[in-house]
């Protein structure tokens, strides 16, 4: 059996060992749990997809509060090399030390690691419990810039010297009057990053036949940070992929209204606009691309329409290397309890085996998913909405989910 570590090839394609090492943070508050639920249905799901002829070595590596005690450390710089010398890593909820230099763990590794692409996929399961009429119409992929925006973490605090001598200068400089005691931030949106985080959406939408991508900005106050991304997008798509794309005006324009085969359509919405839309009209969207805070609030939202966060797993993605993860928090106070549902990072798990090409475990997973759902064995999140449910421990989900590979 071939070991080792997965490699990126030159053309960018991976090379995945029958036995690959990958690296896992068990993450922080109920991290254990969820991540020993989930591990164990990973590994379930190789072992049935490949009778034995695939395996993962699991690596664990540190961050957060099991970081700091191992090492002193929030985040080891030997976390950081680990993943970049694996390509491949996966992780559950990490804790934000308050008051420790760090502003987010999580955006930590993201910027480090330049993971410039946040992936959320965003489907509803059957018989998860929504407050949606039809949920069932949400399957879209959100695409978030990870590394810029408001998460770039350039502001100073009121009434510090760095923000009045901001407020000097622009005063001064620039002939804009703020008031003294303002705390101040930046937001920076390039053309580079911009232009990544869309390629990056469109070659997705392409490579899995998606009809559509959607700019989401707020262009219409915003004019040269999410204004330029709208147009930074369009660029993109005409430059890298015009033979595969066509606009929406050119939709209307040129083929009266019907796509033609083969074509992603390229389209825009303001963010605000775009939140009633997918309550509303989620049919029409399917893959969306945004700035980083405007990808935060919509993934969530989309989530709620689905199940939660607990039901909604991720992705970030860079050029080097990807490290898929829970989007939900620590909550600490069922830390231990065995009580968390960890579907958010089982089907993380699922993500990264597709991204490896392992696709048959992926879809072991989500069948298994479905069809325990879909039986009413759940954790106590979805039992206390479901008529008739079983409630069942974390452990006791990923047993149920387990048994299902074999039928």
């Not at 990958?22 to 379930?44: K, L, Q, T």
């Amino acid at each position: 059996m071939d070991k080792g570590k997965i490699r990126k090839k030159k053309d960018g394609s991976l090379h995945v060992p029958d036995c690959p090492i990958i690296p896992f943070i068990e993450g922080d508050g109920i991290g254990p749990d969820i991540w020993n639920a989930s591990r164990r249905v990973m590994d379930g799901a190789v072992q049935a997809a490949y009778n034995g002829k695939r395996t993962i070595d699991w690596l664990e590596i540190f961050a957060g509060e099991k970081g700091f005690r191992h090492t002193g450390e929030w985040l080891p710089e030997s976390t950081l090399q680990t993943i970049q010398e694996h390509v491949v890593a996966i992780k559950g909820p990490l804790t934000t030390p308050v008051g420790k230099g760090i502003r987010s763990l999580n955006v930590s590794i993201r910027q480090k690691l330049d993971l410039f692409a946040c992936v959320r996929p965003v489907a509803y399961i059957d018989s998860v419990p929504s407050p949606m009429k039809h949920p069932e119409r949400v399957n879209m992929v959100v695409f978030r810039e990870n590394t810029e925006d408001v998460y770039a973490g350039i502001e100073w605090e009121s009434g510090s010297p760095e923000a009045q001598t901001v407020i000097s200068f622009l005063h001064t400089k620039m002939g804009v009057a703020l008031p003294d005691d303002a705390g101040i931030g930046i937001k920076p949106i390039s053309a580079r990053n911009t232009q990544r985080l869309v390629a990056s959406a469109i070659s997705y939408a392409i490579v899995h036949g998606c009809p559509s991508v959607t700019l989401m900005h707020k262009g219409n106050i915003m004019k040269f940070t999410e204004g330029a991304f709208s147009k930074w997008g369009y660029e993109i798509a005409k430059e890298k992929f015009g033979k595969c794309v066509i606009t929406e005006d050119e939709l209307h324009r040129t083929y009266n209204g019907v796509q033609p085969e083969g074509k992603v359509v390229i389209k825009d919405r303001i963010a605000d606009m775009l939140f009633q839309q997918v309550l509303l009209r989620p049919e029409d969207y399917h893959v969306i691309a945004s700035p980083n805070l405007n990808g935060d609030y919509i993934s969530d939202a989309l989530a709620a329409q689905v199940g939660g966060l607990g039901m909604a797993p991720g992705a970030n993605i860079g050029d080097d290397c990807a490290v898929f993860e829970a989007t939900h928090g620590t909550a600490p106070k069922y830390a231990g309890m065995d009580k968390i549902n960890p579907s958010s990072l089982i089907l993380s798990g699922a993500m990264m085996l597709d991204y490896m090409g392992w696709n048959e475990a992926a879809s072991m997973i989500r069948e298994g998913i479905k069809k325990t759902i879909q039986a009413g064995t759940v954790t106590y999140d979805l039992a206390r909405q479901m008529e008739g449910a079983i409630e069942v421990t974390c452990s006791g989900f990923a047993e149920n989910i387990i048994e299902k590979f074999s039928g």
